[in-house]
Structure formats: structure tokens, C-alpha cells
């Protein structure tokens, strides 16, 4: 059998007795906490992305030798699963509204904003992230939003993933937007003023008549090639329609 993984006792550090409630148990007396580690990386993945987080980086930003740092966090794979997190943590959970389409959107609404806040969250990947406090505490949070409305308890978890989904969706559609405009230096409008010209001579003889006038159309009220916030409206109107008429009660 193999052994527990050691991150879990970092993860909940808090919950326990010292000396994993502190800081690190080996070495001299610690000059920062393991919060004030995972803290300062959430800060630079905010403030560079997260392919420029490295451990070596980390350390020079705390003042530490590489070497001390690995007292605090073993691996860079562990410090991304502290990350996450930690900064889950940060957000308040509003009170459910009593209104259960308003509950559901709100679900999603409150992952599409961390995964604004904290775009390097959506990068995250080949970590089990979801076993600490926070994470645990968010999961308890949405399936209180589903709790008593007809449900059994895997469809709970399945409606729960499904609009957490869809908000990371959306929210890696936008980030590609933004990450376009900075590598071309130009938004959408402006890149499509100049280059609508172009696309008519290449694209000349061809008939595109529904594209023509559907892209005309979003275009002209996106002012972009796409708009994320209505793609989240939108979406999680005909989410919620289906995860309620799906209901017994279609209520």
C-alpha cells in the first residue's frame, strides 16, 4: 500500500497540532512561514504567470537559498497544490440566494471570477488540488446550493462540475483573447479594422451568406470577434433551463 502523500498534512496545517500548524519542522528556526511561501508565489503567478514561477525564482523573491526552501515545500508540484489553495481560500462564499436559478448561476459566476482574478489556475494541471481545507470547504459550498431540490447525489456532483465547467470554459476563451491582444499588441476591433480589407480580396468568390450576416451582427454589438460576458450569460441561462427541466417537478 503505498504511503500518504505528504502534501496532505501542508494542506492542512492549520487544522492540526504543532509543529504542522507552524512552519517547517527541519532545519534552524525559520525566517517565513510556509503561508508567507505559498503567498508570495500566488503573487508572482499572478503578477508573471505561472510558466515563470520556478523554485529557484521563488527563493530569491524571499530572500532564501534554494536549498531552504525546499524545507517549506518539497517539490514545485506541492507548491502548486498549497497555491491553489490558498488562493481559494481568499474569496468570500456569498450566502445562496433563495432563488434556485440565482443559486446555480451563482456557482458559476464565483469560479469565472477567481479564474479572472487568478488566470494561472486555469494552467494548472497534473496536481490533485482539490484535497485541501478550501477546496474542500468550495465543494461542501456548491453542493449546498443543490441540496433538496431533486437530486440524487451523483447528479448533485455532476451539476456542481458541469457549471464549474462551463466558467473555466469561458474563462480560458477570454484568456486567450487577452494573451492575442498582448503578443499582437492590438485588441480584436482593432485588428479587424485592419485587416477587414485583406480578408475581402482573399476571400473573394467565396459566399458565406449566414456567416456574413450572423458575424456582421456580433461583430457590430461585440465590438470584438467574441464577447465572454454574454457567452457566460448565455450559457448558464441554457444550463440552468436543462439542469431545471431535468427536475422531477421541472421546477
Given amino acids: 500500500m503505498p504511503d500518504p502523500d505528504p502534501v496532505l498534512r501542508l494542506l492542512w496545517r492549520h487544522s492540526l497540532p504543532s509543529p504542522e500548524g507552524g512552519a517547517a519542522r527541519r532545519g534552524p528556526k525559520q525566517k517565513v512561514t510556509v503561508d508567507d511561501v505559498v503567498d508570495a508565489a500566488i503573487d508572482l503567478a499572478d503578477r508573471d504567470g505561472l510558466a515563470a514561477l520556478s523554485m529557484r525564482g521563488l527563493a530569491q523573491h524571499l530572500g532564501l537559498g534554494a536549498m531552504t526552501l525546499y524545507t517549506y515545500v518539497a517539490t514545485r508540484n506541492d507548491l502548486l497544490v498549497l497555491m491553489v489553495d490558498q488562493v481559494l481560500g481568499r474569496t468570500v462564499l456569498p450566502a445562496h440566494a433563495v432563488d434556485l436559478r440565482e443559486r446555480l448561476e451563482q456557482l458559476a459566476r464565483v469560479q469565472y471570477d477567481d479564474y479572472r482574478a487568478h488566470p494561472w489556475l486555469l494552467e494548472v494541471t497534473g496536481v490533485r488540488a482539490w484535497l485541501g481545507p478550501h477546496m474542500a470547504d468550495r465543494y461542501?459550498?456548491?453542493?449546498?446550493?443543490?441540496?433538496?431540490?431533486?437530486?440524487?447525489?451523483?447528479?448533485?456532483?455532476?451539476?456542481?462540475?458541469?457549471?464549474?465547467?462551463?466558467?473555466?470554459?469561458?474563462?480560458?476563451?477570454?484568456?486567450?483573447?487577452?494573451?492575442?491582444?498582448?503578443?499582437?499588441?492590438?485588441?480584436?476591433?482593432?485588428?479587424?479594422?485592419a485587416?477587414?480589407?485583406?480578408?475581402?480580396?482573399?476571400?473573394?468568390?467565396?459566399?458565406?451568406?449566414?456567416?456574413?450576416?450572423?458575424?456582421?451582427?456580433?461583430?457590430?454589438?461585440?465590438?470584438?470577434?467574441?464577447?465572454?460576458r454574454r457567452e457566460l450569460d448565455f450559457g448558464l441561462a441554457r444550463i440552468v433551463d436543462g439542469l431545471v427541466a431535468h427536475l422531477p417537478d421541472g421546477s
Fill in 195 to 228: 485587416n477587414h480589407e485583406a480578408l475581402g480580396e482573399v476571400m473573394a468568390g467565396r459566399e458565406y451568406p449566414l456567416a456574413g450576416r450572423v458575424g456582421t451582427a456580433a461583430g457590430e454589438a461585440y465590438q470584438a470577434a467574441s464577447d465572454q
Fill in 140 to 193: 461542501e459550498w456548491q453542493l449546498e446550493a443543490v441540496e433538496g431540490i431533486g437530486l440524487d447525489d451523483i447528479e448533485m456532483d455532476q451539476a456542481v462540475t458541469l457549471l464549474a465547467s462551463f466558467a473555466a470554459g469561458v474563462a480560458r476563451a477570454e484568456q486567450v483573447v487577452r494573451h492575442a491582444e498582448r503578443e499582437s499588441g492590438m485588441s480584436d476591433a482593432e485588428w479587424w479594422e
